[in-house]
């Protein structure tokens, strides 16, 4: 299929791995010109070198930035223009008890997790509803629906993201840009593979057997009963990054697994 995204620029943030990395090559592979982004330049680096390494004819640049830093962000949003399609990818987690949680901890998941796409969309959506098209996507999570216990925290970012792609896309009414959000299930992102591993390895057992005990302790209710390929959330983001996407607008559409059990 077609999905006539042939001189299309996106930029996708918190992409030199994982996901990110995943919607980096397949939005290559429709021919879009493509911006990365990382917290430390020898990774961002390395990732643009894979990348025209599997793309030698596509244009691939890396902006080193870590959301996190505001003055490091003021700057990668003075560089960025011509953006056609904004990839809201960036985000950090981590599993703490909600009483040992600080208010530094709060602020730091929220800064990074919301601020980020705020202060990208904030940047980027004029421009698009200026020239009449253009795709934000914000990648959330089934967490931000089915809060987890121990990342309250995390959850509370990813529910944010949802609230915030639906309110920006009414913004588009009228227009050929849209505003969508996908919510991700459990992933096999490289974080996710190097505990798996060294659980493995600690407890005398496959990588496959660490891979499945966990999904049938943390989701046994999974209807994909496996973690998620980061190049099965990279297929739907290309999809909603598509001018074939024009009807789905202001959207949280699952990319879950069935791992979420409501209507």
Do not use: C
């Not at 004029?126 to 253009?134: A, I, M, Q, S």
């Not at 919510?183 to 593979?193: C, I, K």
């Not at 559409?253 to 979420?260: K, N, P």
């Amino acid at each position: 299929m077609d999905l006539k995204l042939k001189g299309k620029k996106a930029f996708i943030s918190g992409s030199t791995q994982g996901i990110g990395f995943a919607i980096a090559q397949q939005l290559l592979n429709e021919n879009v010109e493509v911006i990365i982004n990382g917290r430390q330049a020898d990774k961002t680096q390395q990732a643009v070198k894979k990348l025209r390494k599997q793309f030698p004819e596509r244009t691939v640049t890396g902006i080193v930035a870590d959301f996190g830093n505001k003055n490091e962000v003021e700057d990668l949003l003075d560089n960025l223009s011509g953006i056609d399609i904004l990839i809201n990818n960036v985000g950090i987690f981590e599993l703490k008890d909600f009483d040992k949680i600080t208010d530094e901890d709060w602020y730091g998941l929220f800064t990074v997790n919301v601020m980020s796409a705020v202060r990208l969309s904030r940047k980027v959506l004029p421009e698009l509803l200026e020239k009449n098209w253009g795709r934000i996507v914000f990648i959330s999570s089934e967490s931000g629906v089915n809060i987890p216990e121990n990342m309250i925290h995390y959850g509370m970012t990813k529910s944010a993201m949802m609230a915030i792609g639906n309110g920006l896309s009414k913004l588009t009414k009228g227009t050929e840009v849209t505003v969508n959000t996908i919510l991700g299930g459990p992933t096999y992102s490289e974080g996710v593979a190097s505990t798996v591993e060294y659980l493995a390895q600690s407890q005398n057992l496959s990588v496959e057997q660490v891979k499945s005990g966990i999904i049938q302790q943390a989701n046994p209710h999974s209807l994909l009963q496996r973690f998620i390929e980061p190049n099965e959330i990279a297929s739907l983001v290309t999809y909603l990054s598509s001018p074939l996407s024009l009807a789905t607008n202001g959207a949280s559409i699952r990319a879950d697994g069935g791992v979420l059990r409501t209507v």
